[in-house]
């Protein structure tokens, strides 16, 4: 037999004054086990997430330290511009998840000394999209996956 997950989701309720009615402490109740339900939910999203960023680095050094200079950048960028602190934030996510998607790409492309081989780069210009794929599965991430999906342009990018 196999093993099954197993997901439970508690809500809970006062009945805190005498007139207080029942059907409107369960309602409560409820909306409490919906709201512990979304953050469970969320933060086992961003733990996978979080794997995936972990495993990308163990991969990669320079992916970590890559990834720290784009923040570094992109909040010095968004400070000068005055962006309200949402859209701070926002950058804060996307310079940590912009290259996500070469999770799919082997460690030796990743590591490679000198320029790539045709065939190693076509594997590389497809992280965007992989990226993308990836966030766009996750509520919490997706406000961020379009712009994954642009940031490397056959304009832009050269061979290493």
């Known amino acids: 037999m196999e ?8 809500g809970h309720a006062i009945k ?13 109740a409820e909306n409490d086990m919906y709201k512990n339900k979304l ?8 733990a996978v997430l979080n794997a995936l960023q972990k495993t990308l680095e163990a991969k990669s050094f320079e ?15 968004g400070e000068k511009l ?9 950058l804060r996510l996307l310079s940590s998840l912009h290259d996500i998607g070469k999770i799919n790409i082997p460690e030796d492309v ?14 590389v210009k497809k992280h965007p999209e992989i ?11 997706v406000h961020v996956a379009d ?11 050269t061979n290493k």
């Open 131 to 141: 990226g993308w794929r990836i966030t766009r599965a996750t509520d919490e991430f």
């Open 63 to 77: 992916t970590e330290e890559h990834s720290n200079n784009i923040q570094a950048v992109a909040l010095q960028i």
């Open 3 to 10: 093993d099954v997950p197993v997901s439970l989701a508690l």
């Open 110 to 123: 990743l590591t490679k000394e000198g320029s790539l081989s045709n065939e190693e780069w076509e594997l």
């Open 39 to 46: 953050a469970n939910s969320r933060s086992t999203k961003s």
């Open 16 to 28: 805190d004054t005498v007139d207080k009615d029942t059907i409107v402490i369960l309602s409560e």
């Open 147 to 157: 712009e994954i999906l642009a940031h490397l342009t056959p304009d832009s990018a």
């Open 82 to 90: 005055e962006l309200p602190e949402t859209e701070l934030n926002r």
